[in-house]
């Protein structure tokens, strides 16, 4: 299982959906969201659940705020 803690006062509901919207399932666990791989996973699958977070971190800023980057995925 993996862990990402957030820091307080931060919602979890907007990454949670932009965590879905590309392809990873995760839990709200109050101030933690949970990602739970399979038990058998590669290095390869292992480097697209990290860019798959990482695109979705950052679409979750730009929907909390009028983001002028141009990178919305």
Not at 12 to 32: N, P, Q, R, W
Request: proline residues 4%; positive net charge; hydrophobic residues 40%.
């Amino acid at each position: 299982m993996i862990g990402i803690e957030l820091a307080p006062g931060v919602g979890a509901d907007a990454l949670i959906k932009a965590l879905l919207s590309h392809g990873v399932l995760t839990k709200d666990a109050h101030c933690t969201i949970r990602i739970t791989p399979p038990l058998i996973i590669t290095k390869d699958e292992c480097d697209e659940l990290a860019k798959r977070v990482l695109r979705a971190f950052r679409t979750a800023a730009c929907m909390e705020r009028a983001c002028t980057c141009g990178k919305r995925t």
